[in-house]
């Protein structure tokens, strides 16, 4: 029998949260879940630092915390982590270093696209028939109390990703100071500033047909609209909101039968949830009950993740050059031919999956930057790339990739670089590609496809590409001897071309 256990701990901005589970034979036994309120995020989203006052408390829970790592001996088997009160605060690294040095346990910041990509493949899992509503197109609405998370994906493509700042907290704080009966207006805003900025930057939204929600907040919705599934009906949410919506928070509390917190966040809560309906054209919202803590545990433990993730990357790559009239035909050929030089030449480079799923990217990507000018396209390639965000990737790889597309053209790096504050591994990987990606595009040079497929062989002291054309390969033969330099000075071996052509 197998078991382990693990401890998540989230400082989050309403409250810090603790899960300890044992997982025997793959099946987890929840042993405990702890929840500590702190509004953290009401120092934060109004003052912009976080209070001695507020990390004196927060010191004091996570003592407690620390009592049961010791207590489960999970010392080693743990992950503490920060999410937006703290992430956002001008003071963070002295409320990390405080709480380290007091407590004894290590906070992280969850980056904010780690955080939507943890909640993704926890819901990925939760919800029945999700792929089908990835496919068919689905907003995924992670609606806490310090941000906002949005997720939409349409036949396995994520159209948009961002994690924008109208958590309930941080609405109600904006908006404290503004009289009672004026609120609902001040809510009317910020709800259509938010679907505004999905529609403006989400082209496809008019295409999306479910909506997923998550986080802190559906603990309240269901506690106040009672379902009987797993979906909640927009048009429980409007009785509920027009019933209180001129109320003070300590009336909304009463008439709810709902603590005093959440008599505070309810209006902007709803109110953004109604506003989200609305211009999906939903009349009800499906939604997963999982905590974050839960979710954290689940994903650090690595009970779960996702399958094929380069290849729906490399899919997104593609779908990202579309929007910067990418050359379909050529990045495809050239990726064919970096992928089979890849395979063929796999003892001279040593290099892994991770690295030719580098390739893969730069060999589709190089030439991006022709959308924005024809001359240096190199550069602008380079910035265009390192735009690229999409929950899951791997930021240094797309790094790597931006400064891959930078050095095709063969231009020296100027000494203020990125490439120069790479490590010196990294600098080798880039290289070896880099020599690849050159001669896989020149065999495209033309952009024409003249050259329609490559034969490889190797032998002690030379290489030799046959390239299989349906016509002279002019242009490809003359780039090709002009760029097979660097593969010679990175290899130590010389890289030839002969030409077949195919009606020969």
């Not at 259509?192 to 998550?214: A, F, R, V």
């Not at 009987?228 to 909101?241: A, F, H, M």
Request: charged content about 25%; glycine content about 4%; overall charge positive.
């Amino acid at each position: 029998m197998k078991s382990s256990l693990y401890a998540v701990i989230n400082v989050g901005a309403s409250a810090v949260r603790m899960q300890i589970s044992e997982f025997v034979n793959g099946k987890e036994t929840l042993l405990e879940y702890l929840v500590s309120p702190l509004r953290l995020g009401r120092d934060t989203f109004s003052k912009g630092y976080i209070t001695l006052e507020s990390l004196n408390k927060a010191v004091d829970i996570m003592k407690k915390f620390a009592d049961k790592l010791t207590e489960y001996d999970l010392w080693k088997n743990y992950k503490a982590i920060c999410t937006s009160g703290v992430r956002d605060a001008d003071n963070k690294y002295f409320f990390i270093d405080r709480i380290k040095t007091k407590t004894g346990i290590e906070l992280n910041i969850i980056d904010e696209l780690e955080e939507l990509y943890v909640k993704y493949l926890a819901i990925k899992n939760d919800i029945k028939d999700f792929k089908k509503f990835e496919e068919e197109g689905v907003l995924l609405l992670n609606f806490s109390s310090g941000n906002v998370g949005i997720n939409i994906f349409k036949n396995g493509i994520n159209l948009f990703s961002s994690v924008l700042p109208y958590g309930s907290l941080r609405i109600a704080e904006y908006v404290k100071n503004i009289k009672n009966e004026l609120k609902h207006r001040a809510f009317d805003i910020y709800a259509e500033k938010l679907t505004n900025q999905i529609k403006q930057y989400c082209k496809g939204i008019n295409e999306i047909k479910y909506l997923i929600g998550s986080g802190s907040s559906i603990n309240l919705l269901t506690e106040v609209t009672y379902p009987k599934s797993n979906t909640i009906k927009k048009s429980d949410l409007e009785k509920l909101y027009n019933k209180v919506k001129f109320l003070e928070p300590a009336a909304i509390s009463q008439e709810l039968k709902v603590s005093d917190y959440n008599g505070e966040i309810f209006l902007p809560t709803v109110r953004l949830y109604l506003s989200i309906m609305n211009m999906l054209g939903t009349k009800e919202m499906i939604f997963s009950k999982q905590t974050f803590p839960h979710q954290l545990l689940l994903y650090y433990s690595k009970k779960i993740k996702e399958n094929n993730l380069q290849k729906k990357i490399i899919k997104n790559l593609l779908h990202f050059g579309k929007k910067y009239n990418l050359d379909e035909k050529h990045a495809k050929q050239v990726s064919n031919f970096s992928l089979k030089l890849f395979d063929a030449l796999e003892d001279l480079h040593s290099l892994g999956n991770k690295e030719k799923f580098i390739l893969e990217a730069a060999s589709l990507l190089h030439d991006i930057g022709y959308y924005i000018d024809i001359h240096n396209h190199h550069e602008h390639s380079s910035y265009i790339i390192s735009s690229f965000k999409m929950p899951g990737y791997d930021k240094n790889a797309m790094r790597i990739i931006s400064v891959i597309s930078y050095l095709h053209r063969g231009k020296k790096v100027k000494s203020d670089h990125i490439f120069n504050q790479l490590s010196p591994d990294d600098q080798l990987v880039i290289k070896k590609i880099v020599a690849i990606l050159k001669i896989a595009d020149a065999l495209d040079a033309s952009h024409m496809q003249i050259v329609q497929d490559i034969n490889v062989s190797v032998s002690d002291n030379v290489i030799k590409i046959t390239a299989i054309s349906k016509d002279i390969p002019y242009i490809e033969e003359k780039v090709f001897n002009r760029k097979n330099r660097d593969f010679l000075e990175i290899f130590g071996i010389p890289i030839l071309f002969e030409a077949k052509i195919g009606y020969e």
